[in-house]
């Protein structure tokens, strides 16, 4: 390429031509997604997905796929193998349909979450919000973060006393 604009509309054209191919590639990895979820799930076969995971090179759009596969198929991602595993799913159905009408490339990861610590959460927003202070970073509703200070000081002060009351355990005397 050298250091010269093309004209406007032959950019356009070329652009378009991308959301075009943009368009049908998408559509074509959504049909292949749902052939290798289809065989994953028939026959146990796994290598058609791991070839299709393979020629999307890298990016966002492999790690939707990834997902895809391991959420709707018999696939499992092997990290110390960097590829697809065969992962048995009992009562999984093949249902091509259904599929298609969930697309490959807005699969994202569910984030399990088991436990939620409100405290360190309370703790991470009020030093976040410190260290904005500290850099002279404007910081909006500041009362707000002023009620948060003040209520996690009480709650703080709330434990402190519960866990000094447990540490004053009464002694037995001997009889």
Do not use: C
């Amino acid at each position: 390429m050298d250091n010269t604009l093309i004209p406007v509309a032959d950019l356009t054209k070329k652009i378009n031509g991308i959301a075009r191919n943009a368009a049908k590639l998408t559509r074509d990895v959504q049909e292949a997604a749902v052939q290798a979820i289809g065989y994953s799930i028939e026959h146990g076969d796994i290598t058609i997905g791991q070839r299709l995971f393979d020629a999307l090179n890298t990016g966002i759009r492999r790690q939707a796929l990834l997902t895809y596969f391991e959420k709707h198929g018999q696939f499992a991602w092997s990290a110390s193998e960097k590829k697809f595993v065969f992962f048995k799913v009992e009562g999984i159905k093949f249902d091509a349909v259904d599929l298609m009408a969930k697309p490959w490339n807005e699969a994202k990861k569910e984030v399990l979450v088991t436990s939620l610590d409100v405290e360190a959460m309370v703790k991470m927003l009020i030093k976040k919000i410190e260290s904005a202070v500290d850099k002279k970073v404007p910081v909006a509703h500041m009362d707000l973060y002023s009620d948060i200070s003040r209520a996690y000081a009480s709650y703080s002060a709330a434990q402190y006393d519960e866990q000094s009351d447990d540490d004053q355990v009464p002694q037995l005397k001997a009889a």
